[in-house]
Structure formats: structure tokens, C-alpha cells
């Protein structure tokens, strides 16, 4: 039997979907941006609750990376934009270089990072930086 598709999937209004919150770009903010995810996945599951239990942390942990490396690579204030789409949610972080991100090697046990970077590219769906003359966003795409 064939599965008709479901044209009665409507996201409610966007304002509950579409999250902006700006930070200085301090060590501090990295927390902040976390807590302003976790705050948008409250809401966004009260409405819509993700698909698998591991969508929540998945997100939370991508936030926490693009987040850090701002603060470490990128100097000034950055905006986090999280928005529920039709089956995920699109973050987007803004900052102000206008160098992109390039992975770095990993050394086990050498405390240098590193990982960061391919951890986003594993966990998300789509990953996409757009440069201009102003800085940089990046794009990452995750299931909910």
C-alpha cells in the first residue's frame, strides 16, 4: 500500500520557529550560546519534540563548537540564528572574519583541539560558510 504524503504538515507561526540572540564574543559567551539553544529546544519541543532523543544533544553540541571557535578564531561579537524548518533545524552563526573555518589535525592526547570542526561535518546534515565582505555565516542543517 502506497503512503500518500502529508500536505497537513504546517509550521505554526515563525516567531515561535526562529530564535536570534547576539553575543560579544567573550569566553563566557560560549555558555550563553548553549543556554540560548537549550532555551530554543524547550520551546521548540513543547510544539514539535525531535524525532530521536539524540537530535536535542546533537544540536546542543553543534552550538557549543561553532560558538567556541568564534571566540577562539573569529574577533568580536557574533549573532546565533536557530530556525526550525520542515525536518530540522537550521543554525546559523555570524562573525565578523573573513577567513573560513578549515579542520585542523588531530592529535590524540595533545590538548591542541581539533576535533571541532570534523565533529559539525559528522553530526550535521549540511554544512555551508558564506563569506563576505562584513565577515562570515555558517550554515549547519540538523535532524529534529
Not at 560579544?24 to 537549550?38: C, D, F, K, Q, S
Not at 568580536?76 to 520542515?86: H, K
Not at 559539525?120 to 529534529?144: A, M, N, R, Y
Amino acid at each position: 500500500m502506497a503512503t500518500e504524503p502529508r500536505w497537513d504538515d504546517k509550521l505554526p507561526s515563525d516567531e515561535m520557529y526562529t530564535w536570534t540572540t547576539t553575543f560579544t564574543g567573550e569566553l563566557p559567551n560560549v555558555t550563553g550560546a548553549r543556554l540560548a539553544a537549550e532555551e530554543f529546544l524547550l520551546a521548540l519541543t513543547r510544539r514539535s519534540p525531535p524525532a530521536a532523543p539524540e537530535h536535542w544533544d546533537d544540536i546542543l553540541l553543534v552550538v557549543t563548537e561553532l560558538a567556541a571557535n568564534v571566540v577562539q578564531y573569529a574577533p568580536g561579537p557574533f549573532e546565533l540564528r536557530l530556525r526550525r524548518t520542515y525536518d530540522g533545524v537550521h543554525v546559523t552563526v555570524h562573525d565578523t572574519s573573513t577567513t573560513p573555518p578549515a579542520p585542523r589535525p588531530f592529535h590524540p592526547g595533545g590538548g591542541d583541539g581539533g576535533v571541532g570542526w570534523h565533529l559539525i561535518h559528522t553530526l550535521c546534515e549540511q554544512v555551508s560558510v558564506v563569506v563576505t565582505d562584513e565577515g562570515k555565516d555558517i550554515h549547519v542543517f540538523l535532524p529534529w
